[in-house]
């Protein structure tokens, strides 16, 4: 039989997949170089509601202060950095990507603390060059859901992918979430904010700030369903090392920074949302609840996967060993069943945040399982108000034990719990 030592194992286990899952969001950058200036522009597309900007300067003689932006907390390591630039106009992002993993070459340093090596970077390097001296030095390959774009302030650029380190010097450079070495134009261009950034600048491209704030505009993420995307916008000077910030895609209002007057107020951050006016759809934003950003829906969900899990092993006991069910002999196998699905749908709901943010029904490009778990909520729709009818049956009958009876009640009660968030979530699609 399961016993309490055996749900409790289960959840922590669940919980601990929870508390450390990656979350993955999209974001886009570029660079331009004409008349010897050079502009690098980032967008942050992600669903956190902590942007911070923040200011750190050197420290020793042989190394550079620098701005960084970012939104995901890194415990004692601080905020970790998105974008930024240094004081010799050495700029760089980074962007969620996919890479199949290969075989490590050769004897590298481990990358160990992941939020100071990507600071250590600007501190220490002023060309592009540096940059992939210094890469070349660790096994970057753990970074392997990530690419990332360096340009100094001559327009050369850098491009740091799991296991490849590729300098360029064209005038302009685009990007977005994928490898440039394994991704062809044709699947780079399914991606939106990638294809619009490379046709805004076919046209023609100019080094200002009033240029960078339409292109950044023109790539810019703003979903249907509540408005989310683009986090944060940064355009970058290399040359004169200033910089502009756009908050949650509203690109009237803007807050523009010069580095050196900056870092001359020592290290300070500064959360971003309160600096600029009120924002709408970031305000949708904050107010919607999901188990990422609420841990009592999280624990909930958890819980409702535990029992889930507990009913189907309980009834299949029963069956099996004990063949004890004597009425409704269907529903014992149909439990069994619902429990395992919802028990993985659970599980697929706290682990991955994207979820709750695209259109129903969501379509996973990686694992067919996940994009079928999207129709779930409409079984529940189905089966909700026969499972009401037959639990009522089940009390008046009396014939099934208090545990069985007691789990069917629980059960049908988490069902009609979920189908309330289902509602909420917009996983309904018709």
Partial sequence: MISFRHIVLFGCIVLLVFLNVNQVFACSGYKITKNGKTFFGSNEDAWRLTPHLWFETAKTADTYGAAFTGSRWDGKYGYAPQTGMNEVGLAFERLASYHPVQKATGNKKPITEPTNFLKEVLKRCKTVEEVKAFYSQYDHSYFIEDVFIYVDSTGKYLIVEPYQLTIGNEPTYVIANFCPSITDKEKAFRMDRYRNGVEFIEKEFETSFAYCRELS??????????????????????????FQLYFYHDYEHSISYDLKTELAKGDHIIALPELFPPNKSFKQLEAYQIPQNNMKIGLMLVGFGGLFFVTALFFLVQMVVKNSVQSYRFLPVILIVLGLLFTYYMFVLVTNMAIFYFPAPYQDATRWTVTLTSYFPYLLLLIILPFWYLTFQLFRQSNWGKWSIGLVTLNLLAYTVLIGFFVYWQFYFF
């Fill in 217 to 242: 505009k023109a790539m810019h993420v703003s979903r249907l369903k509540i408005g989310d995307g683009t986090l944060l916008t940064s355009n970058w000077n290399l040359n004169d090392l200033t």
